[in-house]
């Protein structure tokens, strides 16, 4: 039998298209929507300008339980390959771009490559790998665009401080730099 | 034409139309549903013949129409793009620190994931206390936070 940990992300059926009825569903049974990027792009814009991205961070905890179901063990405790692989096969598959993970030090930093571009500020991305990340996690998540493609990992808390300094054009190594781990109480 | 005649090429017709009764083709590969127009309209009326019985279904309602779910379900071979996703394997070599980082999808989940030390200057005993799980790693990245003064 195959490990959890082991076993690669698995694309074929994931989507059923029933002509019949005029539906596309997951294969969790889910009832999607295929949109073209150019058409999300606008109502993402829209959404940063109002400052409420509930949907797409919503819309990214979907992919996360999908991944985390695809991952079939406890996410906690596998290994960061193995999350990442799940992560990025469910992000592939949806048309979000290839996922990496990296590590500065601390910090976790992912990296998406290939997505499109929704907002200028990618915080439709942030927002949507924030969701993605909170259901892997099981915790509240906060993704900060650094630069092109990558998004850090911090605590909410700390996410508008880090959003200031990525937005004065610091660049990775000088962001991570500024933080360190939280002193014990 | 005498009225036997007649009959002769009504069941003649009737047989044709009995060996191809659908209307409606649903081509799974090509997710496409069409028309059969090679099937005849009947005209007769006489009641002595067969074909005052009920046919066999001919016609079918779209709505009757198995769903092709199955036959429109994406597999991997018919998807180039998501096929030649390559997810992250152990067997991913590490990038050493200081080298160039490598692009494309071999960068996902390299194992081990590497350090930048010249970047953030990790000291030895971080890197070899370095927690194995997602979830720990994940909690060391959230308890950063901006460094006083």
């Known amino acids: 039998m195959t490990a959890p940990e082991t076993r ?14 005029g539906s596309v569903h997951t294969r969790h049974g889910e009832r999607v929507l295929v949109l073209a990027s150019d058409v999300l792009g606008p109502l993402v814009s829209t959404a940063v300008r109002q400052g409420d991205l509930t949907a797409v961070r919503m819309l990214g905890k979907r992919i996360g ?49 290939g997505a ?17 990340l909170t259901t892997l996690g099981g915790r509240d998540v906060a993704c ?10 911090v605590h909410p808390s700390i996410a508008e401080a880090v959003w200031s300094w990525s937005k004065e054009h610091r660049d990775l190594a000088s962001i991570v730099g500024r933080l360190s781990p939280e002193q014990a109480a | 034409m005498s009225r036997i005649e007649k009959l002769k090429v009504l069941l003649a017709r009737v047989e044709q139309r009995r060996a191809e009764p659908r209307l409606v083709a649903v081509s799974s590969a090509g997710g496409q549903v069409s028309a059969n127009t090679n099937v005849e309209p009947t005209r007769t009326r006489e009641p002595q013949l067969e074909l005052a019985k009920p046919l066999p279904p001919v016609a079918q309602p779209p709505s009757s129409i198995p769903p092709p779910s199955a ?8 998807l180039p793009p998501v096929a030649r996703t390559q997810a992250p394997s152990s067997t991913v070599p590490p990038v050493a620190p200081g ?9 996902i989940a390299p194992q081990p994931v590497v350090p930048f030390d010249s970047a953030v200057r990790t000291t030895s005993a971080a890197r070899i206390q370095a927690p194995k799980t997602f979830g720990e790693l994940l909690e060391q990245s959230l308890a950063l936070r901006p460094k006083s003064g």
């Open chain 2, 71 to 78: 036959a429109a379900s994406i597999s991997t071979s018919s």
């Open chain 1, 116 to 132: 499109p571009s929704l907002d200028n500020e990618r915080l439709g991305l942030a927002a949507l790998l924030g969701g993605v």
């Open chain 1, 65 to 113: 339980e999908d991944a985390a179901r695809s991952l079939g063990g406890d996410v906690k405790a596998a290994t960061p390959e193995a999350v990442t692989t799940h992560a990025s096969g469910m992000l592939s598959l949806l048309g979000w771009g290839t996922l990496t993970l990296e590590r500065w030090g601390h910090a976790l930093v992912l990296a998406l490559e």
């Open chain 1, 8 to 21: 690669g992300f698995d694309p074929a059926g994931y989507f059923a298209f029933d002509m019949a009825r």
């Open chain 1, 144 to 153: 900060v665009p650094v630069d092109g493609t990558r998004f850090v990992i």
């Open chain 2, 99 to 107: 080298e160039a980082q490598p692009t494309g999808p071999q960068r």
